[in-house]
């Protein structure tokens, strides 16, 4: 389930912090990630779309394959960057790794 964050007012005299970033971050990554994998889905679409119309066409058969290619790498990306995180999170025991957040 995702929530969303929202940056809190602060009176006019107050300077700005670097934790007022978090929330922008945070939803930033949130809203990037879902359309990745959506637009990495759409790549692989139309890579098989140009694969069974491409026929005898080497010139779009290549196209094509490299379409495919560079979409199953990008998923494979984002999945493993994801997974290299939760590796992380397992082995040191910090339950917050994938939440943004400004602190010393």
Do not use: C, H, W
């Not at 389930?1 to 009176?11: D, E, F, G, K, T």
């Not at 080497?58 to 493993?80: C, E, M, N």
Request: aromatic share 10%.
């Amino acid at each position: 389930m995702l929530s969303i964050v929202y940056a809190q007012l602060v009176p006019a005299n107050d300077f700005n912090q670097l934790s007022d970033l978090e929330p922008i971050f945070a939803n930033t990554v949130r809203a990037i990630i879902p359309f990745a994998g959506i637009l990495l889905f759409l790549m692989i679409i139309i890579g098989g779309y140009l694969y069974m119309s491409a026929g005898s066409d080497p010139q779009k058969t290549g196209i094509a394959k490299q379409t495919l290619t560079y979409a199953i790498i990008g998923t494979v990306l984002v999945a493993s960057a994801y997974l290299i995180l939760r590796l992380i999170a397992t082995f040191t025991g910090v339950v917050g790794i994938l939440n943004f957040a400004v602190g010393i």
